[in-house]
C-alpha cells in the first residue's frame, strides 16, 4: 500500500507507519503471508468502533440541545451503521489502500461493504492509537461531521414519512398535522402539534419550530400505534 499517497490524500502524517498498515490489513493476507508478522487490522476495528461512537456522541450532545435521549439514540445509529461507515470509506477511497489475500482481492473484497466498513473503523482505531482522541475527533469533524450538519441522516429522524407509510400500509390515507397550540414570546416561541389519523387524534408534540413539533406528534403517533 501507498502510505505516503494516503496520508498526503488526508493531511495526516502517523507516527508509526505499522499501525496504519495493520489498519488496513484484511485477515486474509495475514493467512497468506504467514511466513511474515503481519497483524490484521479485527483489533483496531474494535477500537475504532468505540472511538467513533463516542466522537458522534459527543457532537450529537453538544449540537442536538432539544433531542431526547432515544431520539439521540437513534440519530448515532444511523451514523454508525455499516451503510453510513461504507460511504465514509469509499468517499475517501479506502478500498484501493487495502492489502488483501489473493481469493479476496479475486471475488471483488475491495468493495465489499462489510468489509470496507471495518478499514474505516480500524483506521480511526490506528490514527486514535497514534494521535490521540483530539486528532481522532479532527477527522471526524472533516469527513463525518459535516455530514450530520446537512441532514445526510434526517431520513432516521423522518418520523412523518415513517408515519405516513405505516398509516397507509392498513390502506389508511386521512392523515393531518395541525398547530394546536403557541406559547412565548416570539423570539423563544414553542408550537404545540397534534396528528390526526381518520379524524382521531394519534399523537400530540411539542418543538421549537412547528416542524419540530410536527415531527414529534409523528413520532408519538408511531408509538401509540405500535403499542
Known amino acids: 500500500m501507498n502510505i505516503s499517497s494516503l ?3 488526508l493531511d495526516i502524517t502517523f507516527n508509526d507507519h505499522d499501525l496504519i498498515r495493520q489498519a488496513f490489513t484484511h485477515s486474509s493476507y495475514v493467512n497468506e503471508h504467514r511466513e511474515e ?16 461512537e463516542l466522537g458522534v456522541s459527543q457532537y450529537l450532545y453538544r449540537n ?9 439514540t437513534k440519530l448515532r445509529a444511523s451514523i454508525v451503521c455499516e451503510p453510513s461507515l461504507v460511504n465514509f470509506a469509499r468517499e475517501l477511497n479506502f478500498g484501493e489502500y487495502i492489502r488483501l489475500g489473493k481469493g479476496e482481492e479475486q471475488t471483488g473484497g475491495r468493495d465489499r461493504p462489510a468489509l470496507l466498513a471495518d478499514v474505516f473503523e480500524a483506521f480511526l482505531g490506528a490514527l486514535y492509537l497514534d494521535k490521540g482522541y483530539d486528532v481522532a475527533t ?3 469533524e472533516k469527513y463525518v461531521f459535516p455530514k450530520i450538519k446537512t441532514g445526510a441522516f434526517s431520513h432516521a429522524m423522518d418520523y412523518k414519512s415513517q408515519l405516513q407509510e405505516l398509516v397507509q400500509q392498513h390502506k389508511i390515507h386521512n392523515i393531518e398535522y395541525s398547530i394546536v397550540e403557541e406559547n412565548g414570546p416570539s423570539h423563544d416561541k414553542e408550537f404545540v402539534s397534534q396528528v390526526l389519523i381518520k379524524g382521531d387524534v394519534a399523537g400530540v408534540g411539542v418543538g421549537r419550530t412547528k416542524k ?4 414529534r406528534a409523528a413520532k408519538n403517533g ?3 400505534y405500535n403499542d
Open 222 to 224: 408511531l408509538d401509540s
Open 37 to 52: 508478522s503481519f497483524s490484521d487490522n479485527e483489533r483496531l476495528e474494535f477500537l475504532g468502533d468505540a472511538v467513533l
Open 212 to 215: 419540530e413539533a410536527e415531527q
Open 64 to 72: 442536538q440541545n432539544s433531542m431526547a435521549e432515544g431520539d439521540l
Open 7 to 9: 496520508q498526503e490524500q
Open 138 to 140: 479532527q477527522f471526524l
